[in-house]
């Protein structure tokens, strides 16, 4: 919803309002007239109202709804307003909360929480693994030196796997959320597809390595950033 309008709770002189409101949509026969007679109404009775979608909030969901023409349209399920629904904050919980899952913890250096897992699977098993945590959890999508520095902290010489792949179109490394893969620290040599071929990356010693994604298990670090992951580009 826009926030073109203020919602209030609507109160029992505000629903006479509404109700006179969508009445007079029907009674008017200058279709121009029943915008400025709606809108009109309800402001008068301090009813908030949405210039969007030009129907009272809290208006019945058959109400007449109003193009910017102000002709009257049949009320759309897609675009419709939702009936008198308010939202409420939630006075219980801190402003503060860390909204990644139980288990990641936040790099002062990034701005991410990483939860590093020492269970060995391949490449996608450990992709849906971290994906599964929450929304905007995905394999680790390392940005630049200082979130390679933080993740090599977190793992020493461990091999990992990352968020990176060349799965869908050989040798265009995208990372786990769509976007083509901004920072490749590889080491010398790689990616060097080898054998029968290695589209899954992963962080060995402070720089990457193209591995087979199946059936290589290792270990394997997953990162909240609140960006979800988009199995278009790691799906053959
Ligand atoms: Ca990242
Ligand atoms: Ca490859
Ligand atoms: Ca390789």
């Not at 121009?32 to 019945?60: E, H, T």
């Not at 933080?150 to 060349?166: C, F, P, S």
């Not at 402070?206 to 059936?215: E, G, Q, S």
């Amino acid at each position: 919803m826009s926030g073109m309008h203020r919602e209030v709770p609507i109160a029992g002189c505000q629903r006479v309002a509404v109700r006179s409101a969508a009445q007079l949509w029907y009674a008017a026969d200058v279709k121009p007239l029943r915008y400025a007679a709606a809108a009109l109404l309800a402001a008068v009775a301090g009813c908030s109202f949405d210039a969007s979608g030009a129907r009272p909030i809290g208006a019945p969901a058959d109400a007449p709804v109003a193009d910017a023409r102000g002709d009257a349209t049949v009320p759309d399920a897609a675009t419709a307003i939702p009936d008198a629904g308010v939202a409420t904050p939630d006075a219980t919980a801190p402003p503060d909360a860390d909204p990644c899952p139980t288990g990641y913890a936040r790099s002062a250096a990034t701005g991410s929480a990483y939860r590093y897992a020492t269970t060995r699977r391949d490449w996608f098993e450990a992709e849906a693994d971290c994906a599964a945590d929450g929304f905007g959890t995905h394999l680790v999508v390392i940005a630049d030196d200082t979130e390679l520095d933080a993740i090599a902290a977190m793992v020493g010489t461990t091999q990992v796997w990352i968020g990176a792949t060349d799965i869908v179109d050989e040798d265009q490394f995208v990372d786990v959320t769509g976007a083509d893969l901004a920072f490749q620290p590889w080491k010398a040599g790689e990616p060097n597809d080898s054998g029968p071929g290695e589209d899954c990356v992963e962080l060995a010693d402070h720089a990457y390595n193209d591995d087979a994604c199946h059936p290589t298990k290792q270990r394997y670090v997953c990162e909240c950033d609140g960006i979800a992951p988009d199995p278009d580009a790691f799906t053959p």
